[in-house]
T-cell receptor
Framework: KNQVEQSPQSLIILEGKNCTLQ??????????LRWYKQDTGRGPVSLTI?????NTKSNGRYTATLDADTKQSSLHITASQLSDSASYIC?????????????FGTGTRLTIIP | DTGVSQDPRHKITKRGQNVTFRCDPI?????LYWYRQTLGQGPEFLTY????????KSRLLSDRFSAERPKGSFSTLEIQRTEQGDSAMYLC??????????FGSGTRLTVV
């Protein structure tokens, strides 16, 4: 069964600090991995998308890494801001007929405190 | 085109009533997905359309749920005889062969 596990479940850090969120998956064959940011009561918004050939991708203060061999990804947030408070969801898309839908992690709830 | 639109944003209904949600995908996206998300959980897949064809339905989609995409553009999700357990955020997403998923802001359903 395709699964995506995220850690930690929740995280509280001081404004200006860095943090790293983890994602492990079992989806196979693998197509791509996305990190989404979801504010409370809103739909998820894509931060990065990575295919198996990409190891690192940055989007402003967000940097995602992917190790397709160990099936692990991380999202690093630099110099956190209050507006970074949200849930961060790791989503993996499989490939191949019948395996293309997304598998979602349950998310990491990040709270930035001043 | 500003993205995926969902209507209404919020819906409060009495148990036993029927509700219908609408999703307007990005116009050039031929794939459309419905997901359900409860508090503190990731979205759960409900169903998937490619153009007007409904290609996959989750076992979560009981016979009280029906989704349509009659012309391969907008889609509706209807829930009949709503139950309190149906209270959730219903998310719609669209994609094309080459472009990844874009989510709408969701419809928050509360069944009282």
């Amino acid at each position: 069964k395709n699964q995506v596990e995220q850690s930690p479940q929740s995280l509280i850090i001081l404004e200006g600090k860095n943090c790293t969120l983890q994602c492990n998956y079992t989806v196979s064959p693998f197509s791509n991995l996305r990190w989404y940011k979801q504010d409370t009561g809103r739909g998820p918004v894509s931060l990065t998308i990575m295919t198996f050939s990409e190891n690192t991708k940055s989007n402003g203060r967000y940097t995602a890494t992917l190790d397709a061999d160990t099936k692990q990804s991380s999202l690093h947030i630099t110099a956190s801001q209050l507006s970074d408070s949200a849930s961060y969801i790791c989503v993996v898309r499989g490939s191949g007929f019948g395996n293309e839908k997304l598998t979602f992690g349950t998310g990491t709830r990040l709270t930035i405190i001043p | 085109d500003t993205g995926v639109s969902q209507d209404p944003r919020h819906k409060i209904t009495k148990r036993g009533q029927n509700v219908t949600f609408r999703c307007d995908p990005i116009s050039e996206h031929n794939r459309l997905y419905w997901y359900r998300q409860t508090l503190g959980q990731g979205p759960e897949f409900l169903t998937y359309f490619q153009n007007e064809a409904q290609l996959e339905k989750s076992r979560l989609l009981s016979d009280r749920f029906s989704a349509e995409r009659p012309k391969g553009s907008f889609s509706t999700l209807e829930i009949q005889r709503t139950e309190q357990g149906d209270s959730a955020m219903y998310l719609c997403a669209s994609s094309s062969e080459r472009v990844g998923y874009t989510f709408g802001s969701g419809t928050r359903l509360t069944v009282v």
